[in-house]
């Protein structure tokens, strides 16, 4: 039976009185601690006037902060999320001086900098209490998502006696192999699971499984796949395309943006969130039209950027922020005090962490992730129905601390209080939901290969290629997703990847002697690039894919060099007589196409699955002219990792490659029994099928440009998908896609590879013989 009204308007007086007298008396006690700090005259006062004189400070600073402070933040909100985290301490701090000086009588006085002290104590005080009684209060809660419910259905002009169907929201554990979850979730020597949240739903209401990524195992292949359905041409965290002379990467704003632009063309559709859904904290939209802390998005500039109107949602509680600011000092402490024990104990392996790393850190584990998971939060209250947020914390901490560290886990229990949290906010929502957890990729450990072996990746490409090695030697950024996130919330420009000189910027090990074709250095300089154990190199000189004929007849012993040095575990090139071959040490083949073999297979080691993935990445239109995986020892699990990180990701070997998917066991399995979930494509497939299970938004189709045939992700390639289309380059606006000239009918070379590709449940990649005529694209 619903509340008489008198009662509500009773409740939250109570709850306003209560907030109040809590701030009047933390004042009474900071006018008492703090000698800059005072709430009498001169002369003096009675204990009544001065309490009298605390309560009107309290109730001037209340009434300030719920009507002047949502304005501030509102007008700031173009300013650097990080700079308005640190204004928040000196806004906060200006309204109690305000209200000090409201007080009659100028009983009440304060110093600036103490000020600050004074609103940040008071502001969280008042906001524990505010909380603390609201979540009592169960009445009161539900009654405000009532109202949070009904104002939704009015404005989509939905009929308020229907029901809703359940909503769905994804939450990616970025990082977070399936192996490393199973180890969280167990009980060992009396202690609890490192993750008991997560125990408890497996052992109630979810099952769970672990998927293997494509080749490119890394947040932008896996996200761009899951998200919006196609990861074709995206061979790894970063590479150079020849055709347009710049350096991808996936973490960039810019070439997120481009990604996602040729995905969406690719697929026919804008992305699993399209319809009424919310995209918070990942690297693309997903379709979604509300957006927090999305890189794709965060190039943009003004008011049309609605990523960043995410700030506000959060910063527009000063507790919040104050909370957040404190947390993200601490976290900082914590990095110092952790890597300082690491370089005491002499733990092995082990990298730098200093400079910003420790800024870095604190931003992707406390200012990213709680303003993610209160928008999230605020997404459940107001009843959408698709929300899809990713948590990156784990994977930043994992990179420089390892996989399994203590600190590692320590972010996972801080993960597993963040998924409790929004499960009590889904129990009380407006309709219900279905939670999915599942991770990105997995992270495998090992020494890095400069560490282990001396020289990195670039030198040994310089020395197989006889050119002469730099002395300094450069380190590759590392802290992917959490790294150009910060810079997108400080405002900074990006970094390039190739400077002004031509030379690679930060890439590759020793990037700084690395050149494009063009610039300061030799034309023949090769390009370097590491995206985790994968390595990627380019001759910017050469038009188009090198083939091996062409490479051995410039660089002789280049390969060999390569494919027979201890760390590396194979290569893959392009034969013009052959096709795709993989090289291993020893002079060993995989002919790919034929499926020929010399000697022992490269790939054998790398376990099931790892040919099917070679097979695919090697006809995409970015392969590089030569692609190095790193070796792996699958006793013990590692590889090596050709940037600056002992747990790492990118490429074939371990645990990067099998991430989890977690499920409410009312839906159906991803795959039948027995089968294996291949690929970010096919998870993509899955999502959306459960969407739909949910009598949820069915992801609208977009008609091509040649056929005006729709294309459906669940069929094959030879029913009708429709000819492929080209990926739009950075210059091309969103609806600017070159169309190849074709019949879309299969070539019989299509038909072999489809059914040899089974396993992918996808349409093969063309080809790397065929060549599509283009049509001239007029307005360039």
Same mark, same amino acid.
């Given at each position: 039976?619903?509340?008489?009204?008198?009662?509500?308007?009773?409740?939250?007086?109570?709850?306003?009185?209560?907030?109040?007298?809590?701030?009047?008396?933390?004042?009474?006690?900071?006018?008492?601690?703090?000698?800059?700090?005072?709430?009498?005259?001169?002369?003096?006062?009675?204990?009544?006037?001065?309490?009298?004189?605390?309560? *009107?400070?309290?109730?001037?600073?209340?009434?300030?902060?719920?009507?002047?402070?949502?304005?501030?933040?509102?007008?700031?909100?173009?300013?650097?999320?990080?700079?308005?985290?640190?204004?928040?301490?000196?806004?906060?701090?200006?309204?109690?001086?305000?209200?000090?000086?409201?007080?009659?009588?100028?009983?009440?006085?304060?110093?600036?900098?103490?000020?600050?002290?004074?609103?940040?104590?008071?502001?969280?005080?008042?906001?524990?209490?505010?909380?603390?009684?609201?979540?009592?209060?169960?009445?009161? =809660?539900?009654?405000?998502?009532?109202?949070?419910?009904?104002?939704?259905?009015?404005?989509?002009?939905?009929?308020?006696?229907?029901?809703?169907?359940?909503?769905?929201?994804?939450?990616?554990?970025?990082?977070?192999?399936?192996?490393?979850?199973?180890?969280?979730?167990?009980?060992?020597?009396?202690?609890?699971?490192?993750?008991?949240?997560?125990?408890?739903? *497996?052992?109630?209401?979810?099952?769970?499984?672990?998927?293997?990524?494509?080749?490119?195992?890394?947040?932008?292949?896996?996200?761009?796949?899951?998200?919006?359905?196609?990861?074709?041409?995206?061979?790894?965290?970063?590479?150079?395309?020849?055709?347009?002379?710049?350096?991808?990467?996936? &973490?960039?704003?810019?070439?997120?943006?481009?990604?996602?632009?040729?995905?969406?063309?690719?697929?026919?559709?804008?992305?699993?969130?399209?319809?009424?859904?919310?995209?918070?904290?990942?690297?693309?939209?997903?379709?979604?039209?509300?957006?927090?802390?999305?890189?794709?998005?965060?190039?943009?500039?003004?008011?049309? &950027?609605?990523?960043?109107?995410? =700030?506000?949602?959060?910063?527009?509680?000063?507790?919040?922020?104050?909370?957040?600011?404190?947390?993200?000092?601490?976290?900082?402490?914590?990095? *110092?005090?952790?890597?300082?024990?690491?370089?005491?104990?002499?733990?092995?392996? %082990?990298?730098?962490?200093?400079?910003? =790393?420790?800024?870095?850190?604190?931003?992707?584990?406390?200012?990213? %992730?709680?303003?993610?998971?209160?928008?999230?939060?605020?997404?459940?209250?107001?009843?959408?129905?698709?929300? =899809?947020?990713?948590?990156?914390?784990?994977?930043?901490?994992?990179?420089?601390?390892?996989?399994?560290?203590?600190?590692?886990?320590?972010?996972?229990?801080?993960?597993?209080?963040?998924?409790?949290?929004?499960?009590?906010?889904?129990?009380?929502?407006?309709?219900?939901?279905?939670?999915?957890?599942?991770?990105?990729?997995?992270?495998?450990?090992?020494?890095?290969?400069?560490?282990?072996?001396?020289?990195?990746?670039?030198?040994?490409?310089?020395?197989?290629?006889?050119?002469?090695?730099?002395?300094?030697?450069?380190?590759?950024?590392?802290?992917?997703?959490?790294?150009?996130?910060?810079?997108?919330?400080?405002?900074?420009?990006?970094?390039?990847?190739?400077?002004?000189?031509?030379?690679?910027?930060?890439?590759?090990?020793?990037?700084?002697?690395?050149?494009?074709?063009?610039?300061?250095?030799?034309?023949?300089?090769? *390009?370097?690039?590491?995206?985790? &154990?994968?390595?990627?190199?380019?001759?910017?000189?050469?038009?188009?894919?090198?083939?091996?004929?062409?490479?051995?007849?410039?660089?002789?012993?280049?390969?060999?060099?390569?494919?027979?040095?201890?760390?590396?575990?194979?290569?893959?090139?392009?034969?013009?007589?052959?096709?795709?071959?993989?090289?291993?040490?020893?002079?060993?083949?995989?002919?790919?196409?034929?499926?020929?073999?010399?000697?022992?297979?490269?790939?054998?080691?790398? +376990?099931?699955?790892?040919?099917?993935?070679?097979?695919?990445?090697?006809?995409?239109?970015?392969?590089?002219?030569?692609?190095?995986?790193?070796?792996?020892?699958?006793?013990?699990?590692?590889?090596?990792?050709?940037?600056?990180?002992?747990?790492?990701?990118?490429?074939?070997?371990?645990?990067?490659?099998?991430?989890?998917?977690?499920?409410?066991?009312?839906?159906?399995?991803?795959?039948?029994?027995?089968?294996?979930?291949?690929?970010?494509?096919?998870?993509? %497939?899955?999502?959306?099928?459960?969407?739909?299970?949910?009598?949820?938004?069915?992801?609208?189709?977009?008609?091509?440009?040649?056929? +005006?045939?729709?294309?459906?992700?669940?069929?094959?390639?030879?029913?009708?998908?429709?000819?492929?289309?080209?990926?739009?380059?950075?210059?091309?606006?969103?609806?600017?896609?070159?169309?190849?000239?074709?019949?879309?009918?299969? %070539?019989?070379?299509?038909?072999?590879?489809?059914?040899?590709?089974?396993?992918?449940?996808?349409?093969?990649?063309?080809?790397?013989?065929?060549?599509?005529?283009?049509?001239?694209?007029?307005?360039?």
């Amino acid at each position: 039976m619903q509340k008489p009204r008198w009662k509500t308007v009773g409740g939250t007086l109570l709850r306003v009185t209560a907030v109040w007298a809590v701030s009047t008396l933390t004042m009474l006690a900071l006018a008492g601690i703090l000698p800059d700090f005072r709430l009498k005259s001169d002369g003096g006062d009675s204990a009544t006037r001065i309490a009298i004189t605390a309560a *009107i400070g309290a109730g001037a600073f209340g009434v300030l902060s719920a009507l002047v402070w949502p304005l501030l933040v509102r007008a700031l909100l173009l300013m650097p999320a990080l700079v308005l985290g640190l204004l928040v301490f000196v806004l906060n701090g200006s309204m109690l001086l305000i209200a000090i000086s409201l007080i009659p009588d100028g009983r009440g006085a304060v110093e600036p900098e103490t000020a600050v002290v004074v609103a940040a104590v008071m502001s969280a005080a008042s906001s524990a209490t505010s909380t603390f009684l609201t979540v009592r209060d169960d009445g009161a =809660y539900r009654r405000r998502l009532a109202r949070l419910a009904g104002r939704r259905r009015r404005r989509l002009g939905e009929d308020g006696g229907s029901e809703a169907p359940p909503g769905t929201v994804f939450l990616q554990l970025d990082g977070v192999g399936h192996a490393v979850l199973r180890e969280a979730l167990r009980e060992r020597d009396n202690r609890p699971a490192v993750m008991p949240t997560v125990a408890r739903l *497996i052992r109630s209401t979810h099952k769970v499984t672990p998927w293997r990524t494509d080749w490119s195992s890394q947040t932008g292949a896996s996200q761009l796949g899951i998200l919006h359905g196609s990861n074709e041409d995206v061979p790894a965290f970063r590479w150079y395309e020849k055709k347009s002379g710049e350096v991808m990467v996936s &973490n960039r704003p810019t070439s997120a943006a481009v990604l996602q632009r040729r995905a969406a063309a690719r697929a026919r559709h804008d992305g699993l969130l399209t319809v009424d859904g919310a995209s918070r904290g990942n690297l693309f939209t997903g379709g979604a039209d509300q957006l927090a802390l999305v890189l794709s998005v965060a190039a943009r500039r003004g008011p049309h &950027n609605r990523s960043r109107s995410g =700030y506000f949602a959060y910063f527009a509680d000063p507790a919040n922020a104050t909370r957040t600011a404190v947390s993200f000092l601490a976290e900082v402490v914590r990095e *110092i005090c952790q890597s300082t024990r690491a370089k005491l104990r002499r733990e092995t392996p %082990r990298v730098k962490r200093g400079g910003l =790393y420790p800024f870095i850190r604190a931003f992707a584990t406390v200012v990213e %992730r709680d303003v993610v998971v209160t928008a999230v939060m605020g997404d459940i209250l107001s009843g959408r129905t698709a929300i =899809y947020a990713d948590l990156v914390a784990y994977d930043e901490v994992a990179h420089h601390s390892g996989p399994r560290s203590r600190d590692a886990r320590q972010v996972l229990a801080r993960l597993d209080r963040s998924i409790a949290l929004i499960a009590k906010v889904a129990d009380r929502a407006p309709r219900d939901y279905r939670i999915v957890l599942l991770s990105d990729h997995g992270q495998s450990p090992g020494e890095t290969f400069a560490g282990a072996y001396g020289l990195t990746l670039e030198d040994l490409v310089r020395v197989g290629c006889g050119l002469p090695v730099s002395r300094r030697a450069g380190r590759t950024p590392s802290g992917a997703e959490a790294r150009e996130a910060g810079r997108a919330a400080l405002h900074r420009p990006e970094k390039p990847e190739v400077d002004g000189d031509g030379r690679c910027a930060g890439v590759g090990g020793a990037g700084d002697t690395a050149a494009v074709a063009g610039g300061g250095a030799p034309a023949s300089d090769p *390009i370097v690039l590491a995206s985790g &154990n994968l390595g990627l190199v380019s001759f910017p000189d050469v038009p188009g894919r090198m083939s091996r004929e062409q490479i051995d007849a410039r660089h002789p012993a280049l390969l060999r060099t390569l494919a027979d040095h201890p760390g590396v575990g194979f290569l893959l090139v392009r034969s013009e007589a052959h096709g795709a071959v993989v090289l291993g040490a020893e002079g060993a083949e995989h002919r790919l196409d034929t499926g020929e073999v010399v000697g022992a297979s490269p790939l054998t080691v790398f +376990g099931p699955g790892a040919e099917a993935a070679v097979r695919r990445t090697a006809h995409f239109r970015n392969t590089p002219d030569i692609m190095v995986n790193s070796g792996y020892d699958p006793a013990r699990g590692t590889v090596h990792a050709f940037e600056e990180q002992i747990g790492s990701h990118g490429g074939l070997g371990g645990e990067q490659g099998h991430p989890f998917l977690l499920w409410p066991a009312e839906l159906t399995p991803p795959v039948a029994a027995g089968e294996e979930l291949v690929g970010a494509e096919r998870v993509h %497939r899955v999502l959306r099928r459960w969407l739909e299970e949910a009598d949820g938004p069915q992801v609208p189709e977009k008609e091509t440009a040649a056929t +005006g045939e729709t294309y459906a992700p669940g069929a094959e390639a030879l029913t009708g998908a429709g000819p492929a289309v080209e990926e739009a380059s950075a210059a091309q606006s969103p609806t600017e896609v070159e169309v190849p000239v074709d019949t879309g009918l299969p %070539r019989a070379s299509d038909v072999a590879r489809t059914v040899q590709d089974s396993r992918w449940d996808g349409a093969p990649a063309a080809p790397f013989t065929v060549v599509r005529p283009v049509v001239p694209n007029k307005t360039r």
